[in-house]
């Protein structure tokens, strides 16, 4: 028996309820459809400022976490708002502490922009950048723009629209047959 491959999903807001943590708890309610695993990161807000001089064994425990996390996912999708035209402090932070390490290197990796139209290439570009320093295989066809506003939520705080869900699950379908 062969496992699913595991897909890690990264938001990059530290907002509750965000419409970019929505796309990646509905992905983890497609998944199965797909037939994928997903975990979610949920320690964002924890992890230390980076520091180069904290980037050597032992590693804070945060930081620890989130690279044997990555370490064990085949791929990730990541969903990040922007914000001044770039990405968040707070997951560029996330970035830069997997810079130092090897775990996101050539590992598939792509992104749902859930902005409105016209908005999230800043962040877009900024996070494309990042990846390239850290050795992630950009999957070009798995990354997609879903605009999600409020509107496209049920009351589950999930992503209702039947075509979102349906683009989501070809995200994913696209990076795990990357992954595999």
């Not at 796309?23 to 695993?37: C, E, N, Y």
């Not at 949920?42 to 001089?53: G, K, S, T, V, Y």
């Amino acid at each position: 028996m062969t496992s699913k491959p595991l897909i890690l999903l990264l938001s990059g807001s530290l907002r509750r309820g965000s419409t970019n943590e929505a796309v990646l708890r509905t992905a983890q309610v497609v998944a199965p459809s797909v037939g994928v695993d997903t975990v979610m990161y949920e320690d964002l807000a924890r992890l230390p400022h980076f520091n180069p001089d904290d980037d050597t064994d032992p590693l804070p425990a945060p930081v620890a976490a989130l690279r044997t996390v990555l370490d064990r996912a085949d791929a990730i999708l990541v969903c990040t708002p922007e914000y001044a035209g770039t990405l968040p402090g707070a997951f560029k932070n996330l970035l830069d502490w997997t810079v130092g390490g090897t775990e996101i290197c050539d590992k598939p990796t792509a992104w749902i922009n859930a902005a409105a139209p016209g908005r999230g290439q800043g962040a877009e570009a900024t996070l494309r950048t990042v990846l390239g320093y850290t050795g992630a295989a950009i999957v070009e066809p798995a990354c997609a723009r879903i605009p999600v506003g409020r509107d496209l939520l049920g009351e589950d705080g999930l992503i209702a629209d039947p075509e979102a869900r349906r683009e989501l699950g070809g995200a994913l379908g696209l990076l795990t047959r990357t992954a595999v």
